[in-house]
């Protein structure tokens, strides 16, 4: 069973840092890139970033969040990290963490999608 756990979200005054984490389980963890997605309050959910299987390929990022967010990951405890500095209130929301796995289901191999529980990220003085 696939399962991703966030975790560290909360309420930071503008300019600070926070430090998200999404624990997974389930799937060879190590075989697959992780995205960050936020949502927002009334809009639709963006993607934040997009760490890689390979340590070779690039990380990519939304150029709202470019220089400064980093996501990471550490695949001895299966996690993926998001640090957000310099924090603004546009950065408020909901953050996911996101896996796609190829799964093969009635003998079709196809692309599944699967999200944690969200962690509420609030910027506000």
């Known amino acids: 069973q696939v399962q991703l756990v966030e975790s560290g979200g909360g309420l930071v005054q503008p300019g600070g840092s926070l430090r998200l984490s999404c624990e997974a389980s389930g799937f060879p963890f190590s075989a697959y890139a992780l995205r960050w997605y936020r949502q927002a309050p009334g809009k639709e959910r963006e993607l934040v970033a997009v760490?890689?299987?390979?340590?070779?390929?690039?990380?990519t990022y939304a150029d709202s969040v470019k220089g400064r967010f980093t996501v990471s990951r550490d695949n001895a405890k299966n996690t993926v990290y998001l640090r957000m500095n310099s924090l603004n209130p546009e950065d408020t929301g909901v953050y996911y963490c996101y896996v796609g796995l190829l799964e093969v289901r009635g003998g079709i191999w196809s692309l599944h999608g699967y999200w944690g529980q969200g962690a509420q990220v609030t910027v506000s003085s």
């Open positions: 760490i890689p299987a390979s340590p070779g390929d690039n990380t």
